[in-house]
T-cell receptor
């Protein structure tokens, strides 16, 4: 079974600075998807960014980018120019690409605080 | 368009009572998922529906948990004889049946508290 590990329960960053959240995963599959979701206090999970394992190019969405290291099974999220609204729980998630829609496997999350 | 909605937003119940949690997926989404988020834990998969196929129940923690999806749309998660360890946030998500683009969209969840 696949597992996802987020080794940083909590992180903090100064407003306008850059922060990197770590995620590692364990799988024997070669084709899969990786996601970062944000969960603010409202509880609504919001997709931040996704990466297809077969793509070597790292995904980027505005201030959010990933460092995908397939051989190392690492998928870190970099947030540039941090804003107060970035404060939330961040979850890394894995989904197999082998058989259509499948449930996500989540890490335990990293709570990000943004200091004004 | 409207997102995934869940009701109630919060539910407090007494140990031993049954509860029903409702999920309204995004219109046109054929896949629907239930997850549980316990305090300090990540999200744990419970059950998955895809169209008219038999649901994937592999994540249900006990036979006290069940779910149904009527007409391929609204889903109800039922917990019988609730226990204190059932206290958690229950999240529902839906997606299109498109393996390459099946981003899961989440509802705001139901916070269940079992006293």
């Amino acid at each position: 079974a696949q597992t996802v590990t987020q080794s940083q329960p909590e992180m903090s960053v100064q407003e306008a600075e850059t922060v990197t959240l770590s995620c590692t995963y364990d799988t024997s599959e070669s084709d899969y998807y990786l996601f970062w979701y944000k969960q603010p206090p409202s509880r609504q999970m919001i997709l931040v960014i996704r990466q297809e394992a077969y793509k070597q190019q790292n995904a980027t969405e505005n201030r959010f980018s990933v460092n995908f290291q397939k051989a190392a099974k690492s998928f870190s999220l970099k947030i540039s120019d941090s804003q107060l609204g970035d404060a939330a729980m961040y979850f890394c998630a894995y989904r197999t690409a082998l058989s259509g829609n499948t449930p996500l496997v989540f890490g335990k999350g990293t709570r990000l605080s943004v200091i004004a | 368009g409207a997102g995934v909605s869940q009701s109630p937003s919060n539910k407090v119940t007494e140990k031993g009572k049954d509860v029903e949690l409702r999920c309204d997926p995004i219109s046109g989404h054929t896949a629907l998922y239930w997850y549980r988020q316990s305090l300090g834990q990540g999200l744990e998969f419970l059950i998955y529906f895809q169209g008219n196929s038999a649901p994937d129940k592999s994540g249900l923690p006990s036979d006290r948990f069940s779910a149904e999806r009527t007409g391929g749309s609204v889903s109800t998660l039922t917990i019988q004889r609730t226990q204190q360890e059932d206290s958690a946030v229950y999240l529902c998500a839906s997606s299109l049946f498109d393996p390459g683009m099946d981003t899961q969209y989440f509802g705001p969840g139901t916070r269940l508290t079992v006293l």
